[in-house]
């Protein structure tokens, strides 16, 4: 074979290549968005739909992380239980929250770890989420700071969580931020040092990668029935 046809073959394999390269960029960062954005509204329209067809009488409402409900709560695997509200992330952004952080939950939306604690209980009530893919979720996670509110609604109680720091990159085997009273493998870390009702969200590190994670913690500050309306960080 010539050079000129060798040169020929190779510049062909590099189009060909590059196109390939596209058409995968092209599914991460549209495809799968796409997929996911029907999928989270199909989960939304069914929690919605139940919470509507069957009403639940809410618990008193408290304030500063006060008593929540006491009935035992159990979800069914691979369903959505409550929806997701971060302002920081903007007005729009909403997510259900499916039980269980398996790959297909994932692609439907935000997943709790089956074996961390029930909305609005003491414990940890721990959620992964992707940072890229599927909807992006989590992208904007690095902007979470002390202070922002994270909303949650199982349809019959508001519960609103106030973030305690900034995000705490970490490996994946640091299973300790998840635990009941978050105990990271850098103490210093540590957001809270006793029991309480908490939140942590969980994600990849870097952006595109998922050697390391990133980790927000927060504390339960308020309740309110659905009846009374958004809680005042939903209305801006």
Known sequence: MSLRALLRTFSELCITLGTLIVLFVVHLLFWTGIKAQSATDREIDRLEAGWAAEPVEPPAPSHGGGPAPATPVEYEPGKPFAVMYIPRFGADWDWPVLQGTGT????KGLGHYASTA???????????????????????????RAGDEVVLTDGTTWFTYRIAGKPYRTVPSDVGVIDPVPRPLKEEAAAFHEPGRYLTLTT???????SHRLIVWAY???TQSVTDGKP?????
């Open 204 to 210: 990849c590190e870097p952006e595109w990668g998922s």
């Open 104 to 107: 297909d939950m994932l692609k």
């Open 118 to 144: 029930v909305l609005g209980a003491e414990g940890n009530f721990a959620v992964a989420g992707h940072r890229r893919t599927y909807g992006d979720p989590f992208k904007d996670f690095p902007k979470l």
């Open 232 to 236: 005042p960080g939903l209305h801006s």
């Open 220 to 222: 339960l500050d308020a």
